[in-house]
Nanobody
Framework: HVQLVESGGGSEQAGGSLRLSCQASGNTYSGQYMAWFRQAPGKDREGVAYIQVDRPGGGQVYYADSVKGRFTISRDNLRNTVALQVSSLKPDDTAMYYC?????????????????WGQGTQVTVS
């Protein structure tokens, strides 16, 4: 079983930036993709970005249209971490942000399914 722990959320003014981090632990994750999702109050959880983690030196990345050009996903396989740099923040970015790892049968985002979830880290933009 994979454990995912997010950190780095907080409150920020519109136009500001935050860096979210996800630490994976437990059984070594042998899947291909890790992602960030978010859920705003009263809304469904939505995918934000994912990155391929099983190719040394590079891999596929995918972004939701709403965050393209503002958010950047990256990985550090040695430290088993995936980060999300969130910039040019807008009030609409206010949400709980969740780290996810790919799993067959899970939630579909950009053609990939994700089924392991962290507890989330809150981002509030004013």
């Amino acid at each position: 079983h994979v454990q995912l722990v997010e950190s780095g959320g907080g409150s920020e003014q519109a136009g500001g930036s935050l860096r979210l981090s996800c630490q994976a632990s437990g059984n070594t994750y042998s899947g291909q993709y890790m992602a960030w999702f978010r859920q705003a109050p009263g809304k469904d959880r939505e995918g934000v970005a994912y990155i391929q983690v099983d190719r040394p030196g590079g891999g596929q990345v995918y972004y939701a249209d709403s965050v393209k050009g503002r958010f950047t996903i990256s990985r550090d396989n040695l430290r088993n971490t995936v980060a999300l740099q969130v910039s040019s923040l807008k009030p609409d970015d206010t949400a709980m942000y969740y780290c996810a790892a790919g799993q067959n049968g899970g939630t579909l985002f950009g053609g990939v399914r994700f089924g392991y979830w962290g507890q989330g880290t809150q981002v509030t933009v004013s």
